[in-house]
Nanobody, 125 residues
Framework: VQLQASGGGLVQPGGSLSLSCAASGSDFRSYSLGWFRQAPGKEREFVAAIKRYGGDTFYADSVKGRFAISRDNAKNTVYLQMNRLTPEDTAFYYC???????????????????WGQGTQVTVSS
């Protein structure tokens, strides 16, 4: 599976941004998908994830209620809608895919086998 993230950019605090991650390869719906982010000088951290097939969703506490992850299996694409952005959301955002990830493991980098190249999100006035 190859992943290509897009949609990053510069946005003012309080604004919104939508990220997309297009996947190539077969059987997209069989993969669980996640978004992670990495700010300068910090470790990569979990943001949101959506399970394969049924699509249960998972969020980091810091984004719960502001971000929404979704997937379109017909388009082989996963989305991250980000609302009420703050400067603390500034980071490189990465999408990732993995198979057979159980719910309790959706939050961990090690659970994902494939990674996109990332897209920069900057929240600043």
């Amino acid at each position: 599976v190859q992943l290509q993230a897009s949609g990053g950019g510069l946005v003012q605090p309080g604004g919104s941004l939508s990220l997309s991650c297009a996947a190539s390869g077969s059987d997209f719906r069989s993969y669980s998908l996640g978004w992670f982010r990495q700010a300068p000088g910090k470790e990569r951290e979990f943001v949101a994830a959506i399970k394969r097939y049924g699509g249960d969703t998972f969020y980091a506490d810091s984004v719960k209620g502001r971000f929404a992850i979704s997937r379109d299996n017909a388009k082989n694409t996963v989305y991250l809608q980000m609302n009420r952005l703050t400067p603390e959301d500034t980071a490189f955002y990465y999408c990732a895919a993995g198979s057979r990830i159980i719910s309790s493991q959706m939050y961990y980098i090690r659970s994902y086998d494939y990674w996109g190249q990332g897209t920069q999100v900057t929240v600043s006035s």
